[in-house]
């Protein structure tokens, strides 16, 4: 069993025409009645679910607020190595592109450390092309040790591994995955990755799920909406979560909807996700796993992430950039070896005076290793 | 009541019979407002949340000196890790007082009265306070007051849910036939739900969420606070409920005593 299994099961349920025929009174109801199946799922997220945008934000708030208070856990990522084998059409870190690469040293990774947790980031993300030959295992599993002084938690959103690695990686001090399927569609997949080991769709589809067996406490999933029609990726992401939090009780479920944005490769074929949209993909996910982590990261503007914060939302990054040692290496002139542009450039202290004036706690620490 | 009706517990006596719960406040200093306003004796924190790094978003420092500290295990999946937090609590200053919550079931935050159990075990050895939190189960309950602990905890209704004491029937049965306080911890909704526990006869109750997103906290908090003194109040003036079989009434058949029967 794997959520292969439930997601070809489910081949046909998301298409436009099942989408279309939800009746605004379906869609009215799948609001209120509660429940974590799939027709309720494709109900919150139909087009005839747009007419109750009010009801559905005033019942998502309300869950959001029950389940996790007036809270937001702040984040920071930072980027290890930008060194990638893979050719993702949309990914600035695409091999093909020419862009300066680097792999932090153990000494840049001690000062990076020291500078984000100056500004009282307890919660990390470590992010790394795939290139497992720049940045193994071994490299990363060095970092943390480093990384474990500064902070509380440390999360890694790396090339898809086995089980085994999951679980050293574990127990060498990580605590959560981060791991994107990208697109759930098979043959948008193929696509849009054109080569390297991220191309075997099944490998990184069952990650999520080894990560979780291998004793990660956390696991975040996460479609890059963009690539392929949002209504139907959305659905397969939640029914992803919902097979997680199933079967891994003990492991915490979150997700991340990142829209595209623009980078420096030349990926044109962007299938747009309205403001709309993606307010109604937080809220449809919020009422339909109220325990679901939702993050919102600074690919999303300022204001519309303020607008959002009550409608779903645990968890935002801070202070950050998408630069391979962007917090204390200066970049020469003109040079951009960013993954993707930010468009919420707020520092931790911005962020937190934000979110304090917005009548929520900012939580830097949310966990520890024991 | 002319004699101060204090709860004993952990080997102290407690006044407020209302403990509190720190997480979900929009910020620690209307915590603190809301801490401050019942006079809350009891104030459970999760260690994972505490962070002495610094001092402006150190949970601690908005305590009031006056409250004991329950840190609790919160986050941890099973007996082994809620032991590990229980002790590095200990060893970084935050007391003897340990409120174990095992959760392995992210969905509805249920406890693993398992778990819990041989957690309870292994921390009364090594000195500890030990209240678990748990599914009302008067086995386990048992169990857990032969290892020593100082309380049990039974759940309301699911953590976070403001539903009620929903598990009556088994509390009541909990309070009847253990010798430990019971406290009811998770799901009280309302003041009136906690006074109800409270008149059914258990000791204290722990609310956190309820008061936490209240549009008001402060006022929410001293709202509980009465109402768990009303349902304390009632409770010792003899209410007539199923479970108050403390109230005994002059016996009517007392006559028959001369009988040798």
Known sequence: ?370 | MTMEDLLTLGGRSIKSRLLIGTGKFASYSLMKKALEATQANIVTVALRRVDTGSKADNILEYIPKSCILMANTSGARNANEAVRIARLAKASGSGNWIKIEVVQDNKYLLPDNLETLKAVEILVKEGFIVLPYMSPDLSMAKRMEDAGAAAVMPLGAPIGSNRGIKTRELVEILVREIRVPVIVDAGLGSPSDACECLEMGCAAVLVNTAIAIARDPVGMARAFSEAVLAGRRAYRAGLASPASEASASSPLTGFLRDEAR
Not at chain 1, 219 to 240: C, I, K, M, P
């Open chain 1, 1 to 370: 069993m794997s959520y292969h299994d439930i997601l070809l099961k489910h081949q046909e349920l998301p298409s436009e025409k099942n989408f279309n025929a939800i009746s605004a009174q379906a869609a009215e109801r799948a609001i209120c009645s509660g429940g974590d199946d799939a027709a309720r799922l494709l109900a919150l997220l139909a087009p005839a679910a747009e007419e109750f945008l009010e009801p559905m934000a005033r019942a998502a708030h309300a869950l959001t607020l029950q389940h996790f208070g007036r809270t937001m856990q702040i984040y920071t990522p930072m980027y290890l190595s930008n060194f990638c084998e893979n050719e993702c059409a949309y990914c600035g870190f695409n091999a093909r592109n020419k862009m300066p690469r680097r792999t932090l040293t153990p000494a840049e990774v001690e000062k990076e450390a020291r500078f984000i947790a100056s500004t009282g980031i307890e919660h990390l993300l470590i992010l790394t092309g795939d290139a497992r030959v720049r940045s193994p295992l071994s490299y990363i599993k060095e970092c943390v040790e480093i990384l474990k002084k500064y902070f509380s938690s440390i999360s890694a959103e790396i090339y898809a591994l086995t089980e085994e690695e999951y679980a050293d990686l574990a127990r060498a001090g990580v605590d959560g995955l981060t791991l994107y399927q990208e697109t759930y569609d098979e043959t948008v997949y193929d696509r849009v990755h054109k080569s390297g080991p991220k191309k075997d769709y099944l490998f990184r589809l069952d990650a999520p799920e080894r990560a979780a067996r291998g004793g990660m406490r956390a696991v975040n999933v996460g479609a890059l909406l963009g690539l392929s029609d949002w209504r139907r990726e959305v659905f397969f992401l939640g029914l992803h979560a919902r097979y997680l939090q199933d079967r891994y009780g003990d492991v915490e479920i979150g997700v991340s909807l990142p829209r595209l944005r623009p980078h420096t490769g030349n990926f044109k074929d962007v299938i747009a996700t309205s403001d709309t949209n993606i307010t109604q993909i937080i809220m449809a996910l919020r009422l339909f796993l109220p325990r679901l982590g939702i993050t919102l990261s600074t690919r999303e503007s300022a204001e519309l992430r303020e607008h959002l914060l009550p409608l779903g939302i645990t968890r935002m990054s801070a202070g950050s950039t998408t630069a391979v040692g962007g917090h204390t290496i200066e970049a020469p002139e003109g040079e951009d070896a960013s993954q993707f542009v930010i468009s919420d450039p707020r520092n931790v202290e911005e962020m937190k005076a934000m979110l304090v004036s917005k009548g929520y706690q900012p939580v830097m620490k949310d966990w520890m290793r024991i």
